[in-house]
Structures are given as structure tokens and as C-alpha cells.
């Protein structure tokens, strides 16, 4: 490991203008790439106290044995210097975007005497125009068999070509109609061009005018009584629409662009873009890519738009970009792509209308495309081994922690304090072992249900108690632990048949397994009150460690400092899937909670009164004001509730507050609208939702 302070420049020698830089490693091998708008600010930044920098660029600096720049004039330039180093120099510490496989594209070869239409994967040709990139090949197969009825464009290989011009016989395609045969000299070079420019006219999306035109000549023939030329123009449009049925319209202005979105995680990022052209979705791609660097959506951005555009000039460049985020500064980015294109670029955020609605769609394939890409990697048995083993050699355990659990406390404000426990075996999640906890708080020597005013801490060391407590339980039942657990006596279980699986179910009985290793969300305040919970059980036998979300840092009990795990460690990414996972779970539970209490109403309180009485409570009275108004003898004339249930109805309503009489705000008037009555105002529903994102946890 180097000392950054060993190749650092001597002070005024870094020039103060727009640049790119190199950083190499001690075999001379670029390891990092960038740009600058200015040079000795951005090469200060990385010889700072190494405290201060980002994990992965603290990696970096130290990996480095020597820095070196190159002074262009605009920041242009520098755009441009950056990509072409990166895809010279490869290097390792640079983001890199690269499919995860080679998507097809529809390609017309009109660089060839003979232009002819074909599938085609990896880098682009000069004089081939290409349209897509598809998902499937099939997809572009079957549209070209439609168009070709219209557009008898040669698809035929070289060999094949060049045998039937020998023989001057034409393929089947020719003599079925789908190919115009310039073989055997059917239609001149000239008129086969012609048609290959049709072709390409119509898939870049200019399809009205044809069609129109197609139209009128099938007119025009059924006027002049040419019914078969007519009836062939008529079936030659209806296989065009059926071409275009299969892109649908997606922005009625018959916008040129390309959306691209990105979904990310703290390790792996996952970005796609949809090509439109005229209006229509023409092609789909997406990649996957590791974050081998300290960069942010608006980074991402950037680098894609460098991965996507750097070899590509006129329509290749769309006139429209929409991204979710814009680099910093835009202005060099936008002018870098106008230079490829050969006119001006809009690069923007979308933000009304049909194009942010389909921003939000390719957000979406976004999202999915990083979930199927984890979900891949977590079903490799391979992977997981190799995961559980790193995880057992950064912590110091005995033997690989075949069972994981990790816990999780969220709340809104201090509200509705919930707990969750995933389980992970062999690495793959055991969903029917979750559990959910509602968080306690004493009162003198006696345990109520609150959930509010809790702090994480607290919370963290009530659930994992309660957990092994349970735990102990199950043993005490078998006789093997003596102790009475956290000194809480439960009745006399002597006799009662034990062990880990139930004799009359044959179902594993609740929380009587142990794990191996317990992981917290958070740090290490959350890791001590997790031991400490352990240790007040007595219990010596399971590993805790806490990942912090912030950098990714392993927490240990018994060290002041965190483990730093690699990467591209496969512990590291598994202990992420378990942690947001429980984070998942429990905040889908604290939402439950707190929709149920948003909606509650004063007969929800009531004992023994279910979903089905209540139901038919309101739909005899007809609201809760007239339920409140009537006798414990006219509730009892309700099927299904009996006197004690409507002593205890008529107690609970008469210590309900009647809500406020609905005002038309229009003209002041009380409204008297008796259904009304009871119903939670909509507000308070409202009100929470706006700080729900960041205060969730």
C-alpha cells in the first residue's frame, strides 16, 4: 500500500486550467482516469488526510504509485480526452458500462453496391445503418418478413448472392415476392438503393407519408378497375400497420430521443435506456455494472452518455436526451454530444406529461433489472459458499454462518415502533422464519404496548432479548438449559416433549433454532445494545456484527473500528441483501401499523367485536351517530351481538369523541351528513406522508 504523500506534486506545479489525469500503480498500469474544469483543485482533493475520502477512493490513492495530467483548452476537450483514454487504458478503478449480452440490431448494409437487411450484434460498421437495439432477434426477424412484402430488399449472404447471380436463378425469397433478385438483374443497383433508403426511411419512423401514398395508389387502382394491383397495395398497407403495431406510440409528437434511467445500490448500479424514434419505442438495452468509484447518479449519467455516444455521430446521436439526472457542469456534455450529432442536443429532465411518464417506466426496468441481476447472483451455490466463507474469515468465526439473522427498527417520528427478524440459510432467504416485533416500553414492573418515544438503541436491545428468550424457552422445555432465562419464570414444563421440531405438527417450533451469526442495521451503537442482550442471557454462542448503511462498514462488539470488507467481496453483497431485506420487511409492517391506526374508529376497540359485527353494525344503523344514539335493547336486535357485547358497544362509543359536523366551505353550512360521522379526517393521513422517506427507519 503507497503513501499518497510519496508521489505528490510539489505545490505550483499543477496548472490551474481544465485537464485530464491519470493515476498509475507501481507497474506503471493506469488504474484511474478523469477530467477537471480545473486540475489543482481536483488533484488537491485527493491528498487529504485519508479519514476524509470515500472507501473507494481512499483504495484507489493507496493502490497508486504516481499521477500525471494532460492541459486541453475546453472542457470539451476534456470529455473527449477521458473517453478515449478509458477505452484505450481500461482501468480498473473507472466505472465501465457493459452489456451484460450483446443485444441485436436491425442493420441495412448501404455501404455495400447492394445494400442488403440482416441481424446484427457487437460494434458498430462504418456505412451500415443500424435501428435498435432489439431484445430478441426473433422480434427483428419477424419484422422484417412483414416489411419485405413492401420493401423486397436482398437478405441473402454474399455466398448466396454470388452463386445465383452465377446460375441467373434467383432465391425462393425471389420468386415468392419478398425479394426484388438484383441477382439476376430484375431491378437495376439504382432502384435496389432506392429501395433500401425506403426501408430505412420507414423504420426511422417516418411512416405517415408512405402509407398515405400507399393509400392513394390502392385508390387509384380500384378506380381504374385494376382490382388485383389494387387488392395487392391493400394487403401491403395492412402488413405495414401490423410492422408498427408491434412499437406502440408512446409520445404523440414523434419525438426522436433516448431515455436513459439508472437504479443504484451502495456496490452495483443498473442502467437502461429506450430508443425512440418517431414516437414509437424502436430498441431497449440496459447494463449492469459494479461502482468501482465514488460517483453519484448524476456521475452515472455522465458515464453512460460516454459509453453510448462515443462512437456514434449524425442520427446516432438523437436530437432529445432525457435523464434523471444532469452532470455538472451540463453545458460541456451537451456541446460534446451536439459535436456528434452535427446539430444542437436537448439534454433534460423530463418533468410533465408523456415523457415523464415514460421516464418513469424505464425507472421501473431500471429497478428490475438490478433485482434480477442480484437475484442471479444470489442463486449461484457457488457464489453463496464462497460468500458465507469470506463473511466467517472477515469475522473471525469458527465455521461458515449457515444460518443468518438480521433485525431492523423503523418508526415515523418515534411512532409506531415495530421491529423485524429475517433469516438467511445457505445464503437464500427463509421467509416462513421472519418475524415481526411490536416494541414494548415498562411501566413499574409491567410490560404495555406503546410504541412511541423508543430510540433505535433501545429498541435494537429489546428485540434481539426478546428473541433469545424465546430461545431459552424452547431449551428449558428439553431440559437443556437449568437457568431461568433473563430471570422470567415460565410454568413447570417437565414432561412436555422437547426439541427443535414439534412431535404433534412435525413443524419446527418458533425461534428454537439458534443462528450462527446475528446482523444488525446500524452501527455501532446498535451492535452493543445487541450484545448486550446476549450477554444478559448468557448467551456465548452466536457471533453480532452491524452493517452501517452510510459506507458499507462492518461493526464489531468488542472494536473501536470498523471492518472494511473489498468491493468486490461476495460477503459484502450478501450481508447488503440480508440488511435491506430486513429493512423491507420492516417497514412494510410499520406502514401496516400505522395505516391501521390512520383508519381506526371507536369500534375498533371494542373486545371481541370482529370485522363482520362492525359491518353489520353500520349497516343496520346506517352510521355511527345513530349507533351512538341507540339503546343497549335496540343493539341486541343485531344478528350476532348478544347483551354483553352491546353493554361493552355502548360503553366503548360513550368515551368516543363524536367527530366534527362536516362544514360546506362554500357557504358555511352544516352539512348533516350522518355517514360521515366517525370517519378519520383525511389530513392526518397527509401529514405523514411527507417526511415517511427519511424517517422510516
Known sequence: MADPSSYRPKPGQIPDSPGVYRFRD?????????????????????????AGLHPRTRTMVTTAASVEWTVVSTEVEALQLEYSWIKEF??????????????????????EEFPRVQVMRGPKRKGVRYFGPYAHAWAIRETVDLMLRVFPVRTCSAGVFKRSHQIGRPCLLGYIGKCSAPCVGRVTPEEHRELAEEFCDFMAGRTGTYLRR??????????????EKAARLRDDTEALRRAMEKNAVVL?????????????????????????????????????????????T???VEHALQQLYGEETGEGVPREVLVPALPDPVEPVAQWLAEHRGSNVSLRIPQRGDKKDLMATVQRNAQQALGLHKTKRASDLTTRSRALEEIAEALELDSAPLRVECYDISHLQGQDVVGSMVVFEDGLARK???????????VGDEQVWHGEGQDDVRSMHEVVSRRFRRYLLEKQKTGEWDEEPGGEVEADTEGVPGGPVDPETGRPRRFAYPPQLVVVDGGKPQVTAAQRALDELGIDDVAVCGLAKRLEEVWLPDQDDPVVLPRTSEGLYLLQRIRDE????????????????????PLDSVPGLGESRRQALLKHFGSLKRLRAATVEEICEVPGVGRKTALTIVAALAGAVPGAPAVNTATGEIIEDESADGIAAPAS???????????DR
Open 26 to 50: 507501481e507497474h506503471r498500469r493506469v488504474i484511474y482516469v478523469g477530467k477537471a474544469k480545473s486540475l489543482r483543485q481536483r488533484l488537491s482533493s485527493y491528498f487529504q488526510d485519508l
Open 685 to 695: 393521513t397527509a401529514s405523514s406522508s411527507s417526511s415517511e422517506q427519511g424517517q
Open 252 to 296: 404523440a409528437d414523434a419525438t426522436d430521443a433516448d431515455l436513459i434511467a439508472v437504479a443504484e445500490d451502495e456496490l452495483e448500479a443498473a442502467v437502461q435506456i429506450f430508443h425512440v424514434r418517431g414516437g414509437r419505442v424502436r430498441g431497449q438495452r440496459g447494463w449492469v455494472t459494479d461502482k468501482v468509484e465514488a460517483v453519484d
Open 582 to 601: 430486513a429493512h423491507r420487511f420492516a417497514i412494510a409492517y410499520q406502514r401496516g401499523k400505522r395505516g391501521k391506526r390512520m383508519k381506526a374508529g
Open 298 to 300: 448524476a456521475g452515472l
Open 214 to 227: 400507399l393509400e392513394k395508389q390502392m385508390h387509384e387502382a380500384s378506380e381504374d378497375m385494376e382490382y
Open 432 to 442: 416462513s422464519e421472519y418475524r415481526r416485533f411490536q416494541i414494548k416500553g415498562r
Open 90 to 111: 481500461d482501468p480498473r478503478f473507472n466505472v465501465k458500462y457493459r452489456d451484460d449480452k450483446s443485444y441485436p440490431s436491425l442493420a441495412v448494409t448501404l455501404g
